[in-house]
C-alpha cells in the first residue's frame, strides 16, 4: 500500500472569520433582499437555496482568488485534465463539509427558521456526464484540491445534461434536463477569456518573411467559446482549484452583413447553429456515435482548452518551449484526443516551431487514460467526415502518422502486418481515423484503470504498442471520494466511524484499517447494523413518499445500481430474482431469505435491449410485488433517473452489491467501490476492479463466481452455445419459459421475445453461462446473512480494507508516475478586503 501524499497536506481549516453564526443570519437576508430581490411575502425553496449557495460562495471566493493566482505565478506543473464528462454532484452539502462550515451553517439556518436538509435537497445538480467515466473527473477533482494540486478541469457547459429518466407502465420515459433554468449559484462567467474556434474550409500554405513554407487553415466558420468557472474546495486545505466548462456562442448576436442585405434569417440561423455545439450532452455510455456534433463539441472544448492554457503560459514566460514544464495535460478516454493535433496546429502554424520543437513539447506535455476494451465504445472517425470539419488537423495527423510508421518500419523491417496494426488510420475498411492509437502516439504516459484492463491494454488491444514502447502503458485502479460518498452520502457511518478511530481516515483513507479489531467488538456490531437500518428507513420514507412503494427493512438489500447495458448484465440479476419467485410459487412455505432487489439506471434512448431490460425488471415487480404467495419475502424496487444525488440514498442502504458483469468487460467499475466504503459486501465476477477488492477484503468477505477472463476466452473460442445451458438447467429453464409465457406481460408472448431470443442464441455476454453460479451463490450470500453478526463482521471488514479505493491514492499515484507535480500549498495573499478598501492600479 503506498502512502497517500494527503498525510503531509492535511492542515488545520482555514480561519474564516465571517462564519459567525450571526453573521451569516444576515448574509441569508442580504442574499434573499439584495440578490433574489425577495421578501418574506414571495420567497420560495430555490430563493432559499440560491441564497445559501451564495453565501457559501462568498466564504469560499478569498481561497478561490488565492489559489487561481498562485497557479498563474507558480513554479510547478499546472494539471489540465480534460474530460468531455464531468459528474460532480450537488454542489452545496460537499462545498459545507469540504470547507468544514457544514454545523455553523446548519445552526444559522435552523435559527433563521430554513430547513437546511431541504435547501440541500433543491439543487438540481449538474448532469454532464452520462455515468462512472464522468464520476471519476469529478473524484479526482476532489481529491486534486484536497491534496493541494494546482489543477484545473476542463469540459463543456451543456445546456441540457443527461436526461431526467421517469418510468410510465414500466418502460423509461426520457425528459430533457434543465439544470439552469432556476439559475446556477455556482458558475461565474468570465467574458474577458473567451476563445474562438474554426470549423470547416480549407487549407493554405505561404511562404514566410524568412523565406520558410507555412501551413495555414482558413475555417468557414467561427464560434465563440465563453468560459464559465464552478469553484472545487479541496478538504479543509485553502486550495481552491477550478472547473472551467465552455460554452458556445456565435462571434456576434447578430451579423450585420448579412442584416443588411436583407438576409435576417441566416444571420439568426448562425447564431444558433453556433449556440447548439454545447446544447445537449450525448446520452450514449460506451457507445460511438459517429455524429458530425459529437466531434464538434469535442474539437470546441479542446480547442478552447489549449489556446486558455497557452494564454496563461505566455502570461509568465515569452515562448512555448518550456511549456511542458508548466502544463501537464490529461486526456479523459479518447473524447479530447483532438488536443494532439490541435495542439501541433498551435504551434507550427499560430506560433511558427517547427515540427520536431513541436513534436517533442507535445508529448511530454499529454498522457492518456483508456477506459474501455468494448469494440462498440471506440471512437473512429471516417475520414471524410473528420477532414470536412478539420482539414487541418487531418493533414497533421497524416505526418505525425507518416513519421509513426517510418519508426515502426526501421524496428520492424519488411513487417507490413504490424505496420497496419499501428497505424492511426484504419484502412480495413472505409478509412477511419484510431482515436486511441492517435492518443498512444503523441502521449507521454497510456494508463488503464484497473490492474486486470491494463494487463488486457497490454496482451491484447494495445499489444502491439507495448511491445513498441514497453514502458509507455502503466496501471493506475481507480478510486472514489471519501469526501462525497462517505461524509455527504453516509453521515451517519462517517459519525460512527469518526466516534471509534477519529477523522485522519477521511484524507488517508488506509487508516480504516483501525476498525478490523472492531469487527469483534459486539457493541460496535450493533451500532454499526443500526445505522444501516436507520439509512434503509430514510430511502423507504423516499420510496414511499415518491413512488408509494413499501420498502420491508429487515430484508436483505440487493442492490444493482449503474447504466443498463448488457455486458453489464442486469437480465442476469433479474433471472435470479425469478428462480427465486418460482422456487416460492413451488413451495409456499420456503424459509427465504427476505430480500428487497434494487435496481436503478438509465438506458440510451436508442438503446432497444437496454430498454426492453428496464420494462422487464418492472414487469417482474408488478407481478411479484402483488403475489401474497411472494410479496412478503421478495420485492423488486425500480429506483427511477439514477444519478449522483440518488445514489446518496442507494448505495448507503445496500447489503449485497452487485458487481455481475463478464468477465473481461468492465474496465474497472466504480460503483463497487462505493457500495463496498459503504459496507456492502459484493456478489461479482472477476472483473475491474472487483478482483482488486476481493484481494483487499479477502476473499472470505466477497461473493465471488463466474467464468473469468481466460475461461471466457476459452468458452469463446470453443463456440458457445447458449441453447445447451438452457436444456441442462431445469430452474434456468423454468425462468426463461416463464417469461415467454406472457406471466410478466399480462398474456403478451411477443413483448419480451427479443431478449429471450437473443440469450438463447447468441447471447453475447454469457449470460447463460454464469446463471447456475450465480444462483448458487446468491443462495450462499442469502444464507450468511441470516447469521447477523458475521454478515456484519464481514461488512466491517469491507469497510475497513477499503483504503486503497481513494480516489486520493489514485490522484497520488497519478502525481507522482505521470505528471510529476508536487502539493503546493496556497498561502492567502488575500484574506478580505481591508476596512479602507484596496488601491488598484490605474489602467491604460
Ligand atoms: C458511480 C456512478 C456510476 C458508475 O457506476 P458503475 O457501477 O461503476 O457502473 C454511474 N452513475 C452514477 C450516478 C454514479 O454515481
Given at each position: 500500500m503506498e502512502p497517500t501524499l494527503s498525510a503531509t497536506s492535511v492542515q488545520a481549516a482555514p480561519t474564516n472569520h465571517s462564519c459567525d453564526i450571526n453573521k451569516l443570519k444576515r448574509a441569508f437576508a442580504y442574499k434573499l433582499f439584495y440578490q433574489q430581490g425577495k421578501t418574506v411575502l414571495s420567497v420560495s425553496l430555490n430563493d432559499y437555496y440560491q441564497a445559501v449557495a451564495l453565501t457559501v460562495r462568498?466564504?469560499?471566493?478569498?481561497?478561490?482568488?488565492?489559489?487561481?493566482?498562485?497557479?498563474?505565478?507558480?513554479?510547478?506543473?499546472?494539471?489540465?485534465?480534460?474530460?468531455?464528462?464531468?459528474?460532480?454532484?450537488?454542489?452545496?452539502?460537499?462545498?459545507?463539509?469540504?470547507?468544514?462550515?457544514?454545523?455553523?451553517?446548519?445552526?444559522?439556518?435552523?435559527?433563521?427558521?430554513?430547513?437546511?436538509?431541504?435547501?440541500?435537497?433543491?439543487?438540481?445538480?449538474?448532469?454532464?456526464?452520462?455515468?462512472?467515466?464522468?464520476?471519476?473527473?469529478?473524484?479526482?477533482?476532489?481529491?486534486?484540491?484536497?491534496?493541494?494540486?494546482?489543477?484545473?478541469?476542463?469540459?463543456?457547459?451543456?445546456?441540457?445534461?443527461?436526461?431526467?429518466?421517469?418510468?410510465?407502465?414500466?418502460?423509461?420515459?426520457?425528459?430533457?434536463?434543465?439544470?439552469?433554468?432556476?439559475?446556477?449559484?455556482?458558475?461565474?462567467?468570465?467574458?474577458?477569456?473567451?476563445?474562438?474556434?474554426?470549423?470547416?474550409?480549407?487549407?493554405?500554405?505561404?511562404?514566410?518573411?524568412?523565406?520558410?513554407?507555412?501551413?495555414?487553415?482558413?475555417?468557414?466558420?467561427?464560434?465563440?467559446?465563453?468560459?464559465?468557472?464552478?469553484?472545487?474546495?479541496?478538504?479543509?486545505?485553502?486550495?481552491?482549484?477550478?472547473?472551467?466548462?465552455?460554452?458556445?456562442?456565435?462571434?456576434?448576436?447578430?451579423?450585420?452583413?448579412?442584416?443588411?442585405?436583407?438576409?435576417?434569417?441566416?444571420?439568426?440561423?448562425?447564431?444558433?447553429?453556433?449556440?447548439?455545439?454545447?446544447?445537449?450532452?450525448?446520452?450514449?455510455?460506451?457507445?460511438?456515435?459517429?455524429?458530425?456534433?459529437?466531434?464538434?463539441?469535442?474539437?470546441?472544448?479542446v480547442c478552447c482548452s489549449l489556446k486558455d492554457m497557452i494564454r496563461m503560459h505566455l502570461f509568465c514566460h515569452d515562448s512555448l518551449d518550456n511549456f511542458h514544464d508548466n502544463f501537464a495535460v490529461q486526456i479523459n478516454d479518447t473524447h479530447p484526443a483532438v488536443a494532439i493535433p490541435e495542439f501541433m496546429r498551435l504551434l507550427l502554424d499560430e506560433h511558427c516551431l517547427n515540427w520536431e520543437e513541436a513534436w517533442d513539447i507535445t508529448t511530454r506535455t499529454f498522457s492518456y487514460t483508456n477506459h474501455t476494451l468494448l469494440p462498440e465504445s471506440q471512437d473512429k472517425w471516417p475520414l471524410s467526415l473528420f477532414g470536412s470539419l478539420l482539414p487541418r488537423h487531418l493533414e497533421i495527423i497524416f505526418e505525425i502518422n507518416h513519421r509513426f510508421l517510418d519508426q515502426v518500419r526501421l524496428r520492424y523491417p519488411g513487417d507490413e502486418t504490424i505496420v497496419r496494426n499501428l497505424s492511426i488510420i484504419d484502412e480495413s475498411g472505409p478509412r477511419s481515423l484510431r482515436m486511441a492509437h492517435l492518443a498512444c502516439v503523441?502521449?507521454?504516459?497510456?494508463?488503464?484503470?484497473?490492474?486486470?484492463?491494463?494487463?488486457?491494454?497490454?496482451?491484447?488491444?494495445?499489444?502491439?504498442?507495448?511491445?513498441?514502447?514497453?514502458?509507455?502503458?502503466?496501471?493506475?485502479?481507480?478510486?472514489?471520494?471519501?469526501?462525497?460518498?462517505?461524509?455527504?452520502?453516509?453521515?451517519?457511518?462517517?459519525?460512527?466511524?469518526?466516534?471509534?478511530?477519529?477523522?485522519?481516515?477521511?484524507?488517508?483513507?488506509?487508516?480504516?484499517?483501525?476498525?478490523?479489531?472492531?469487527?469483534?467488538?459486539?457493541?460496535?456490531?450493533?451500532?454499526?447494523?443500526?445505522?444501516?437500518?436507520?439509512?434503509?428507513?430514510?430511502?423507504?420514507?423516499?420510496?414511499?413518499?415518491?413512488?408509494?412503494?413499501?420498502?420491508?427493512?429487515?430484508?436483505?438489500?440487493?442492490?444493482?445500481?449503474?447504466?443498463?447495458?448488457?455486458?453489464?448484465?442486469?437480465?442476469?440479476?433479474?433471472?435470479?430474482?425469478?428462480?427465486?419467485?418460482?422456487?416460492?410459487?413451488?413451495?409456499?412455505?420456503?424459509?427465504?431469505?427476505?430480500?428487497?432487489?434494487?435496481?436503478?439506471?438509465?438506458?440510451?434512448?436508442?438503446?432497444?435491449?437496454?430498454?426492453?431490460?428496464?420494462?422487464?425488471?418492472?414487469?417482474?415487480?408488478?407481478?411479484?410485488?402483488?403475489?401474497?404467495?411472494?410479496?412478503?419475502r421478495l420485492h423488486v424496487y425500480f429506483l427511477p433517473n439514477h444519478n449522483v444525488q440518488t445514489g446518496h440514498l442507494v448505495y448507503p442502504v445496500s447489503d449485497l452489491s452487485e458487481q455481475i458483469s463478464l468477465a473481461g468487460k468492465e474496465a474497472s467499475g466504480t460503483g463497487n467501490m462505493k457500495f463496498a466504503l459503504s459496507g456492502a459486501v459484493t456478489i461479482g465476477t472477476a472483473d475491474g476492479a472487483n478482483i482488486e477488492i476481493r484481494e483487499e477484503v479477502g476473499e472470505d468477505n466477497f461473493f465471488l463466481f463466474g467464468l473469468s477472463v481466460p475461461e471466457v476466452e476459452q468458452l469463446q473460442a470453443t463456440g458457445y452455445r447458449p441453447a445447451d445451458y438452457y436444456l441442462s438447467d431445469d430452474e434456468l429453464r423454468a425462468a426463461i419459459d416463464l417469461i415467454r409465457s406472457g406471466h410478466f406481460s399480462h398474456g403478451d408472448h411477443d413483448l419480451f421475445q427479443p431478449l429471450l431470443t437473443n440469450l438463447l442464441e447468441h447471447d453475447p455476454y454469457l449470460v447463460l453461462a454464469d446463471y447456475r453460479s450465480y444462483v448458487d451463490c446468491q443462495q450462499q450470500a442469502a444464507d450468511s446473512y441470516r447469521k447477523r453478526e458475521q454478515w456484519t463482521r464481514m461488512s466491517i471488514l469491507n469497510v475497513a480494507r477499503m483504503g486503497k479505493f481513494s480516489s486520493d491514492r489514485s490522484i497520488a499515484q497519478y502525481c507522482r508516475e505521470v505528471w510529476r507535480v508536487k502539493p503546493f500549498p496556497i498561502e492567502l495573499k488575500w484574506q478580505r478586503i481591508p476596512e479602507g478598501g484596496i488601491v488598484f492600479p490605474r489602467l491604460s
Open positions: 462568498d466564504r469560499m471566493q478569498h481561497l478561490f482568488i488565492n489559489s487561481t493566482e498562485a497557479q498563474l505565478e507558480k513554479e510547478s506543473r499546472l494539471v489540465c485534465y480534460l474530460s468531455a464528462e464531468f459528474l460532480p454532484g450537488p454542489h452545496l452539502c460537499n462545498s459545507l463539509i469540504n470547507l468544514g462550515f457544514f454545523n455553523e451553517f446548519a445552526i444559522a439556518a435552523r435559527e433563521t427558521g430554513l430547513d437546511l436538509k431541504a435547501i440541500i435537497d433543491q439543487e438540481k445538480e449538474p448532469g454532464l456526464g452520462n455515468g462512472g467515466l464522468g464520476r471519476l473527473a469529478a473524484c479526482y477533482l476532489d481529491s486534486l484540491a484536497t491534496q493541494q494540486i494546482p489543477a484545473i478541469g476542463y469540459g463543456i457547459r451543456y445546456e441540457f445534461g443527461m436526461f431526467d429518466q421517469e418510468i410510465v407502465n414500466g418502460w423509461q420515459k426520457e425528459f430533457s434536463d434543465r439544470w439552469l433554468q432556476l439559475g446556477n449559484p455556482w458558475e461565474v462567467k468570465k467574458a474577458d477569456l473567451v476563445q474562438e474556434v474554426g470549423f470547416g474550409g480549407c487549407t493554405e500554405s505561404y511562404v514566410n518573411g524568412q523565406g520558410n513554407r507555412h501551413h495555414r487553415w482558413v475555417p468557414a466558420r467561427v464560434v465563440i467559446g465563453i468560459p464559465y468557472d464552478t469553484p472545487i474546495p479541496g478538504y479543509k486545505v485553502n486550495t481552491v482549484n477550478t472547473l472551467r466548462l465552455w460554452s458556445a456562442e456565435a462571434p456576434k448576436s447578430f451579423d450585420f452583413q448579412d442584416f443588411n442585405v436583407g438576409d435576417y434569417f441566416g444571420a439568426v440561423a448562425e447564431k444558433i447553429s453556433a449556440e447548439n455545439i454545447t446544447k445537449v450532452l450525448y446520452p450514449n455510455d460506451e457507445q460511438f456515435q459517429g455524429k458530425k456534433l459529437r466531434l464538434e463539441q469535442q474539437y470546441f472544448f503523441g502521449s507521454q504516459t497510456i494508463n488503464g484503470v484497473a490492474a486486470v484492463h491494463t494487463h488486457l491494454l497490454k496482451t491484447s488491444s494495445l499489444a502491439d504498442f507495448h511491445r513498441l514502447w514497453p514502458q509507455k502503458i502503466i496501471n493506475i485502479t481507480n478510486g472514489v471520494t471519501p469526501r462525497r460518498w462517505m461524509l455527504v452520502s453516509n453521515p451517519r457511518l462517517s459519525q460512527l466511524i469518526n466516534e471509534a478511530i477519529g477523522e485522519a481516515w477521511i484524507t488517508d483513507l488506509t487508516q480504516l484499517r483501525r476498525l478490523e479489531p472492531l469487527a469483534d467488538d459486539a457493541a460496535f456490531r450493533t451500532a454499526w447494523r443500526r445505522v444501516k437500518q436507520e439509512n434503509k428507513e430514510d430511502i423507504a420514507a423516499f420510496a414511499r413518499d415518491r413512488h408509494r412503494v413499501t420498502l420491508d427493512i429487515n430484508a436483505l438489500f440487493d442492490v444493482q445500481v449503474k447504466r443498463i447495458h448488457e455486458y453489464k448484465r442486469q437480465h442476469l440479476n433479474l433471472l435470479h430474482i425469478i428462480t427465486l419467485y418460482n422456487r416460492l410459487k413451488a413451495n409456499p412455505t420456503l424459509d427465504l431469505t427476505p430480500r428487497v432487489c434494487i435496481f436503478g439506471g438509465k438506458a440510451a434512448p436508442g438503446y432497444f435491449m437496454a430498454k426492453l431490460i428496464i420494462k422487464c425488471i418492472n414487469a417482474v415487480a408488478e407481478v411479484v410485488n402483488n403475489d401474497p404467495d411472494t410479496r412478503d
